[in-house]
């Protein structure tokens, strides 16, 4: 699953697929997905190794995560196969997305992985101002809250998602936990 090293041209251009890379169907669940990436991305990692091609593998699992998640929240199904802009990948890059929104909470995510909750609490409030009712935001920014201990916070981000599409499952689940932890705590 490396992706080459090789200096390439605009032109040189590989058509990937993010449900091979993912090793899910083509009918799998967002669930199944999400689940898939996560265990994947478990073992890649490149936090924990320094093997050689683990950055790499670890950015195409990403591409190919941020692609079906993207498919998912514009359209509410799976993306088609084919070689539309979101599956297509310069050869020797993880992918390029479409929407700019995307590329900001990509960067909130990877910043709140970094342990940089308000830098990601920041990077969300900016997607939604260019995307009011982008759910991945509002879940971002829930999860940047949460981990600055802002429960009640983060849980009206949720529900602000959940207004949206009831059937964003990321937000049910986050949801369910931070409920669970505020009845504790």
Known sequence: MNVSDDKT???????RDPYAILGVSRDASYEIIRRSYREKAKHCHPDLGAEPGREEEFKLLNWAHRVLAEQ?????KAPSTGSGPSDTAPK???GRDVSPVAEILREGQDRLRMG???????????????AREDTEAYT???????????YAEAIGCLLMALQIDR????????????QERSERG
């Open 9 to 15: 041209t605009e032109d040189d251009v590989v058509v």
């Open 72 to 76: 998912r929240r514009t359209t509410g």
């Open 92 to 94: 020797g890059s993880p």
């Open 116 to 130: 940089a909750a308000k830098e990601a609490e920041s990077l969300a409030r900016l997607a939604l101002q260019r």
């Open 140 to 150: 971002l920014l829930s999860d940047a809250l949460s981990a600055q201990s802002r």
């Open 167 to 178: 059937t964003y499952l990321p937000a049910r689940e986050a949801l369910t936990r931070l």
